[in-house]
T-cell receptor, first 118, second 113 residues
Framework: AQSVTQLGSHVSVSEGALVLLRCNYS??????LFWYVQYPNQGLQLLLK??????LVKGINGFEAEFKKSETSFHLTKPSAHMSDAAEYFC????????????????FGQGTILTVHP | NAGVTQTPKFQVLKTGQSMTLQCAQD?????MSWYRQDPGMGLRLIHY???????DQGEVPNGYNVSRSTTEDFPLRLLSAAPSQTSVYFC????????????FGQGTRLTVV
């Protein structure tokens, strides 16, 4: 079964500092990988995704993530935090194997709340 | 563009009551799903559907029923509400089962007392 671990339930950074949110997955086959963001009292919005091709993926709002197969990781970064980045971030995976037990189903990590200080 | 619409936004139920959470999408998406969000646990899949007339269980299906009579609608029914079902519920849809991008509704905050 697939699983996703997000290291750190809360991350706090200063405005202008680097944002690094960590995500590791467990899967026998490299899955599809996603980062979603949730602002207070809102649904989830897709930030970026990795399905195939280039392992460094760029998303919206200046975020990017790198798929590292050897480390089974998909960490999310942003060079310079902005106050508007304060939100909860979720890493998720989906099985890429047709007929696999998790095919098409999103498995989410526990979430990381990002706080940005002035 | 309405996207994914969930109703109601808030609901309080008494233990044992039943209710239906509504979800509708106007993007002609094949794949729809229901998640519940609990603090520190991320989102967990309750039920999903790969098309009209086809549904299947997710990770936490007990106490919930679904049906998919049309492409647009995917209601979630709580048969006999329990306090353990207090949660925020999200409906999501995507073009296909591959979930290359899932669109989420705004959520329904349910409290069972």
């Amino acid at each position: 079964a697939q699983s996703v671990t997000q290291l750190g339930s809360h991350v706090s950074v200063s405005e202008g500092a680097l944002v690094l949110l960590r995500c590791n997955y467990s899967s026998s086959v490299p899955p599809y990988l996603f980062w979603y963001v949730q602002y207070p009292n809102q649904g989830l919005q897709l930030l970026l995704k990795y399905t195939t091709g280039a392992t460094l993926v760029k998303g919206i709002n200046g975020f990017e993530a790198e798929f590292k197969k050897s480390e089974t990781s998909f960490h999310l970064t942003k060079p310079s935090a902005h106050m508007s980045d304060a939100a909860e971030y979720f890493c998720a995976v989906s099985d890429r194997r047709a007929g696999g037990t998790s095919y098409g189903k999103l498995t989410f990590g526990q979430g990381t709340i990002l706080t940005v200080h002035p | 563009n309405a996207g994914v619409t969930q109703t109601p936004k808030f609901q309080v139920l008494k233990t044992g009551q039943s209710m239906t959470l509504q979800c509708a999408q106007d993007m002609n998406h094949e794949y729809m799903s229901w998640y519940r969000q609990d603090p520190g646990m991320g989102l967990r899949l309750i039920h999903y559907s790969v098309g009209a007339g086809i549904t299947d269980q997710g990770e936490v299906p007990n106490g919930y029923n679904v049906s998919r009579s049309t492409t647009e609608d995917f209601p979630l029914r709580l048969l006999s509400a329990a306090p353990s079902q207090t949660s925020v519920y999200f409906c999501a849809s995507s073009y296909s089962i591959l979930n290359t991008e899932a669109f989420f509704g705004q959520g329904t905050r349910l409290t069972v007392v």
